[in-house]
Structures are given as C-alpha cells and as structure tokens.
C-alpha cells in the first residue's frame, strides 16, 4: 500500500487489532515513519497525529515464596492482612494506606484509588488483593455497621468520630510488628523485587505510580551491570 494513502482510521485499525507494548511500539515505529516522510515532503499531514494506542494494564507480580513468606498467614484479623498486603503487593506506602477512603476501593472494578496530593493513582487489584478488601470490608460491616467516618481503615475508637479521623501510624505499625518488619522495609522490598524480574523502570514506575528517579535507582541496585540514564 501507498503510504501517503493511509488515514488515521487505517492506523487507529491496525492498533485495535493488538494490544499493550505491541500496539504502542507498532505506533512509536509509524509515528517515526511519518514524520521522516513529512520532513521530506513526501505526505502533507501525519496520519498519526492525535492518536493514542490505549495503555495495558498490568497486575503485579506476586512476592516470591522467600520474600515475606507466610507473613499474611502470621497476622492477626483482616485488617493488619489488608494493610501489609497492600504494602507488599502494590507497594502502596503505609501514609497512602491511612488515608484511602471507602470510596476509594472498586471492587467491581477491581481498581483501588491511591491518592498523592492532585494526583490519583490507579492500582489493579489481582485476586489476593480483591479478596483482602472483600474480607475487610466484611469485617467494617459486620463490626460497625453504623460507622460514620469514611476512611477505609477504622478502629474502635475512630469508626464514629466527629472529626473522622484516619487510622493512626500506630496502628498500622502494629500490623507489621506482628511479623517483625517495618513499613518501608516491606515496600523497599517490594519495589526491589519488582526491579530484579523486569529491570524495565518505566514498567514499574506506572505499575506503581512511583517518580521514574526512583524506579532506576532500584534497577541500578537490582541490576549494577545495567547502565541507565539518570533523571532529573
């Protein structure tokens, strides 16, 4: 086919018949044909402008039997499973955790909504995460079917305050004191094991919604024979 008679449906076509980092490399590849052909004036208008191959959305990998093994099995009730699990699966900080709201877990969706100041990032649930908040919220209705405070998490002695309050760090610290970690450890860990299976920053900075600086910080020490160019 003539390339100066394809249309932007032609391509958007072609890119609905595949998905993820296929769709979006076949995309980057025709976006650089197109533009060299312009620059030469062989075609008057890029058929690729404007368009976006749809992003994939990737669940995360699941912590190898090493790493933190039985740790939810040693916790004490849904809620400290549901706190550390976050953390170790989705690499959520225990800060972001207090703050979720109720509204903020789709489990129809099978999304949670983490909130960082005007920024909402998107983390898919994969099956023990689905079910962690399903058993959670089990647990809030059963326990304090009248609660007024719209946090996620709750307690005792803030499931009716007028202030609705958020769960405090002590209390999310004594999760992980039941299996002996600290929070940041259990999060550093999670993004280190995610840099030793991909060692692709950009995969896990969006599976995460970490800053991309981050991200090759911990491929470099997953993988120091990789030479990756510094962000700023």
Not at 13 to 26: C, I, P, S, Y
Not at 92 to 113: I, S, W
């Amino acid at each position: 086919m003539d390339l100066r008679q394809i249309t932007s449906d032609d391509i958007q076509a072609e890119l609905d018949k595949r998905q993820g980092n296929v769709a979006r490399g076949l995309l980057s590849v025709l976006r650089s044909v197109f533009r060299a052909l312009k620059q030469e004036r062989l075609i008057f208008r890029n058929p690729t402008a404007g368009i976006q191959a749809a992003a994939g959305t990737h669940l995360p990998l699941p912590l190898s039997s090493d790493r933190l093994a039985g740790a939810l099995d040693r916790l004490n009730g849904p809620a400290a499973r549901l706190i550390v699990g976050l953390v170790a699966i989705h690499a959520v900080r225990a800060v972001e955790v207090a703050r979720l709201g109720l509204a903020h877990a789709d489990l129809a969706r099978r999304t949670l909504a983490v909130h960082r100041g005007e920024h909402i990032h998107t983390a898919y649930l994969d099956d023990l995460s689905t079910r962690l908040v399903a058993d959670w919220l089990r647990e809030r209705r059963r326990r304090w079917p009248h609660a007024t405070n719209p946090h996620l998490l709750i307690t005792a002695q803030t499931y009716r305050h007028p202030a609705s309050v958020q769960i405090s760090y002590c209390a999310l610290r004594a999760a992980f004191d039941q299996i002996g970690l600290l929070p940041r450890q259990v999060w550093a860990d999670r993004i280190l094991y995610e840099a030793q299976e991909s060692a692709d920053p950009v995969h896990f900075a969006r599976l995460f919604g970490i800053h991309p600086k981050i991200a090759v910080k911990y491929v470099h020490t997953a993988h120091p024979d990789k030479a990756l160019p510094c962000i700023r």
